[in-house]
């Protein structure tokens, strides 16, 4: 028989073993202090101070696992307003913590701080924090990685190591001083001098041999590559040469498995690939190489940047006299390599990882997405398309306008009146031959005008990219959510033809996707997030000219479906 304190030993072991589970089940909390600072970097022999956190560039990782709490204090030593954004992180009643300056909060000014405060949840993979005021995120940007809860694994084959990749722009300028010319002329601005792996620009560019990313492997090995596309302007092409690479995941969402030898990834997005190296030493070097993909007619950055990826010598003898075996890349505007690529992705849409698409819609909206103008001030002459006018960009012909308050701060104290309007239109005002020839009037409508979205509204959204001003892709971002890629096509929308062919059954679950150049995206998602969520195009010259809008989702009837109250440091503008 056993004692009495025998039988208490063991209730309490009990006791400590259900609340370690418990606290396994909840999950950490996890402190991080971004100081926002003054940092000289020297790239392509030219010396300038840019903006970083913790002085570093790119920044550093914020690593936490699905379930985490995480508390990110920043910290504004510099002149300029930041805000940070944690990209792709769903923020569930927690949108004052997402970011956008003018929309979910004021930016943190000089000398102040703001503590962003939300919990991982249901998410697990690779993301990316980067500013959210102007174009600050050039050099303020860094990845986010959601390990797996405790004792779960990958949905693949686990790798030897795990190595993460940044895809950036390099300016020789401050890009600060060229987006405010840019507005002011109305022109296009002066596009950037180089792009980087890990912040390093290249064999290619001058003075920058030994400023050249190195992947450094074993052979035999499988390692997890975490790919992160952050630059300004550019959707780039990334290829490691004569080998293959296995996508496995794209935006924090497992993907059914695929191989390629070459990818597309757009500004913000992330993508998770397998690099099987080879079975024995090979006596050779490969090149990994990114360049722009660039359908439109403006101009770009046609350069490449390169690092080079080394075999570990079995004897650890010297590389010496190695063959540097060349990249092969898609053309600068294949279009099609950029169609079939991303109808590859799909997801797992299993038990343990299901997908979620809404079968059944309550709200259906017709965006057309792409450029258009602004008529000049009077008196004055412009560098945009005419010397009368400047480049503008829209969404269903609005080009949106940030208020002088943000705009959850305004909705959640009910002072909506002269800061946003709940008018935004759910299609054209004007129809016409979208990817045709273009209407003679070109000019954009201004306006901060929002969608108001009741709690759990079903929504289907198609996104038609225009010809106005020539047709470009544009990457797409929703803050807030994630939503199904549903369909996609070439040419105008057929409202009755298309909709039959959607991928309702293992549709790709994103937060960031292209809208094709001349054609059209089809998406779904559930408003199951109480706030005001920004959608904008993550190319920052098009968000700049006004390819924005927001959604506005009221709360929900119960308690967790209602967004939290502001915390007691929120900035204010």
């Given at each position: 028989?056993?004692?009495?304190?025998?039988?208490?030993?063991?209730?309490?072991?009990?006791?400590?073993?259900?609340?370690?589970?418990?606290?396994?089940?909840?999950?950490?909390?996890?402190?991080?202090?971004?100081?926002?600072?003054?940092?000289?970097?020297?790239?392509?022999?030219?010396?300038?101070?840019?903006?970083?956190?913790?002085?570093?560039?790119?920044?550093?990782?914020?690593?936490?696992?699905?379930?985490?709490?995480?508390?990110?204090?920043?910290?504004?030593?510099?002149?300029?307003?930041?805000?940070?954004?944690w990209h792709g992180i769903r923020q569930l009643t927690t949108g004052w913590s997402d970011g956008p300056s003018y929309v979910t909060q004021c930016p943190i000014q000089t000398n102040q701080s703001y503590i962003y405060n939300f919990t991982i949840t249901g998410q697990r993979g690779t993301l990316l924090w980067h500013a959210h005021f102007s174009w600050l995120r050039a050099t303020i940007h860094g990845p986010i990685i959601i390990l797996p809860k405790h004792n779960q694994s990958y949905p693949f084959q686990k790798p030897q190591k795990e190595v993460t990749i940044i895809l950036g722009e390099w300016f020789n300028v401050d890009p600060e001083a060229i987006i405010s010319q840019a507005l002011k002329t109305g022109g296009g601005p002066n596009v950037s001098d180089a792009y980087t792996i890990n912040g390093l620009p290249g064999l290619l560019y001058n003075c920058s041999s030994k400023d050249t990313y190195k992947l450094k492997v074993k052979p035999g090995k499988t390692y997890l590559l975490r790919l992160i596309n952050a630059a300004l302007n550019d959707e780039l092409f990334f290829t490691i040469a004569n080998h293959t690479l296995t996508v496995v995941e794209?935006?924090?969402?497992?993907?059914?498995?695929?191989?390629?030898?070459?990818?597309?990834?757009?500004?913000?997005?992330?993508?998770?690939?397998?690099?099987?190296?080879?079975?024995?030493?090979?006596?050779?070097?490969?090149l990994i190489a990114a360049r722009p993909y660039s359908p439109g007619q403006g101009t770009f950055d046609n350069s490449t940047t390169m690092g080079i990826l080394e075999y570990e010598h079995p004897f650890k003898k010297p590389f010496k006299n190695l063959t540097l075996i060349q990249p092969n890349l898609p053309q600068i505007n294949d279009t099609q390599f950029v169609s079939n690529f991303t109808m590859k992705f799909r997801s797992l849409a299993n038990y343990e990882f299901p997908a979620n698409v809404p079968k059944t819609v309550d709200k259906r909206f017709f965006f057309t997405v792409g450029l258009g103008t602004s008529p000049c001030p009077k008196n004055t002459t412009c560098q945009g398309p005419t010397n009368s006018t400047k480049f503008a960009a829209s969404v269903n012909n609005v080009s949106f306008t940030l208020p002088s308050v943000a705009i959850l701060q305004a909705y959640y104290f009910g002072q909506s009146n002269g800061v946003y309007t709940t008018d935004f239109p759910v299609e054209p005002m004007v129809p016409f031959n979208y990817t045709g020839i273009a209407p003679n009037n070109t000019n954009v409508m201004n306006g901060t005008r929002t969608v108001v979205l009741p709690f759990n509204t079903s929504v289907e959204l198609v996104m038609q990219d225009t010809?106005?001003?020539?047709?470009?892709?544009?990457?797409l971002h929703l803050h807030g959510f994630n939503f199904f890629v549903v369909g996609q096509g070439?040419?105008?929308?057929?409202?009755?033809?298309?909709?039959?062919?959607?991928?309702?059954?293992?549709?790709?679950?994103?937060?960031?996707?292209?809208?094709?150049?001349?054609?059209?995206?089809?998406i779904r998602f559930l408003a199951d997030n109480p706030g005001v969520w920004f959608m904008h195009c993550h190319l920052d010259v098009h968000t700049s000219w006004g390819l924005k809008m927001a959604w506005i989702v009221l709360d929900g009837p119960e308690p967790n479906q209602k967004l939290q109250p502001p915390p007691s440091d929120l900035p204010w503008c």
């Open positions: 028989m056993a004692t009495t304190s025998h039988l208490s030993s063991m209730a309490m072991f009990f006791i400590s073993f259900f609340v370690l589970l418990m606290g396994n089940a909840e999950g950490e909390t996890r402190h991080y202090t971004f100081n926002i600072r003054y940092h000289n970097v020297t790239r392509l022999c030219h010396t300038r101070t840019i903006l970083s956190v913790n002085r570093r560039y790119p920044g550093p990782p914020l690593v936490a696992r699905e379930g985490d709490r995480v508390i990110v204090k920043v910290v504004n030593h510099v002149a300029n307003n930041v805000s940070i954004h794209g935006d924090a969402i497992y993907t059914k498995a695929f191989d390629t030898d070459k990818l597309l990834i757009t500004p913000g997005q992330t993508a998770n690939v397998l690099l099987k190296t080879k079975p024995e030493y090979p006596n050779s070097k490969f010809s106005i001003l020539g047709a470009e892709s544009h990457p070439f040419g105008n929308f057929d409202p009755v033809k298309d909709p039959a062919k959607f991928n309702l059954v293992d549709p790709m679950e994103r937060n960031t996707a292209g809208v094709p150049a001349g054609g059209w995206i089809a």
